[in-house]
């Protein structure tokens, strides 16, 4: 099978393009106080990185595709192994990421010292994802672990004979299997509890409480449009992610044919998935957006511009004015 040039000038041109978005998204989320404070965000922040990573490794697939050269030796093992790390460490991202909606949907962590409990927990939680990526990486970097980049194919080939191979391998597929099955089971709960209570969260964009006669501590409050969105945007991002292990899996298990569109098709969806992330904060976000281009075009005044006026309150518990945990 020979390389399909075309498709990947096209698989570049995308990459390039989804680089340079989750580059802008990183640089906001970084730039900015309040964004760095919030939990939810600083997931958010975490898979940007991991996506801006898998993006770069593609990028660099179909750019030797298109020129025709050989990715060989240590730049083989490197890419290689980047890409399969940076989407084992995202999986479980996601799955903490949808726990954090949860539990400020329903106000689980209480508040006071156990708010603070809680997103020390999810910052260790985070880390140990990290490490479990970072571990993969270097396992990959051994002499017991071989990668090899075929052009033709347009592919990695991970050499299963080998010991931390046949090790990695197997703990890989593992964690495809779990992380998004127990991120769906999640999701699915949230869903029942939006239908079970569609009266007590009701979309609000104000902070009112549901009953002015009571006191806020016995009042429960409404689901804002902030926290909505970032719902929305964790589920979304999530079914991308499904869709890309389903088809995976079909190409796996030869239930489709391997072919130079197929192929070009998978590869395309995967940075499309990274690229999803990042457009849709941006098309949904406004206070994102406005701080995005602001930094884009370097107007480092912006924060003392009178023209502008951006608190530093974060976004979401702007809103709802709740503890950071519960809208983080």
């Not at 949907?105 to 910052?123: K, Q």
């Not at 994802?129 to 270097?138: N, P």
């Amino acid at each position: 099978m020979k390389a399909d040039h075309f498709g990947s000038l096209l698989l570049v041109l995308m990459g390039a393009f989804g680089i340079s978005l989750q580059l802008l998204i990183v640089a906001t989320f970084v730039a900015y106080a309040d964004y760095r404070k919030t939990m939810c965000i600083r997931m958010m922040l975490s898979i940007s990185v991991l996506e801006a990573i898998q993006l770069s490794c593609h990028f660099l697939m179909s750019l030797a595709v298109v020129f025709e050269a050989d990715l060989v030796g240590r730049t083989a093992t490197v890419i290689g192994a980047a890409v399969v790390a940076s989407w084992s460490a995202m999986l479980p991202q996601h799955t903490l990421l949808a726990l954090n909606r949860f539990l400020v949907l329903g106000d689980m962590c209480g508040r006071g010292a156990r708010n603070r409990y809680s997103s020390i927990i999810f910052n260790i939680l985070l880390s140990l994802c990290w490490l479990w990526g970072i571990a993969f990486f270097v396992l990959l970097q051994t002499p017991l672990s071989e990668i090899s980049f075929i052009r033709d194919w347009s592919a990695f080939k991970y050499n299963a004979n080998k010991t931390f191979a046949s090790i990695t391998g197997p703990i890989g597929t593992a964690n495809m299997a779990a992380s998004p099955s127990l991120c769906l089971a999640i999701y699915l709960v949230i869903l029942f509890k939006l239908v079970r209570h569609r009266r007590l969260f009701s979309i609000s964009s104000s902070d009112r409480w549901a009953n002015n006669s009571r006191k806020p501590s016995e009042t429960p409050q409404l689901l804002n449009k902030a926290e909505l969105c970032l719902l929305l945007q964790s589920f979304l991002g999530f079914t991308l992610i499904g869709l890309l292990i389903i088809a995976n899996y079909l190409l796996s298990a030869k239930v489709i044919p391997i072919t130079k569109s197929v192929l070009t098709s998978l590869y395309g969806l995967w940075i499309m998935c990274c690229t999803f992330s990042s457009v849709l904060y941006l098309v949904i976000n406004k206070t994102l957006r406005r701080r995005a281009f602001l930094l884009l075009f370097h107007w480092s005044k912006e924060r003392d511009s009178s023209t502008i006026t951006v608190s530093h309150i974060s976004v979401t518990q702007k809103v709802t004015m709740r503890p950071r945990a519960f809208t983080s």
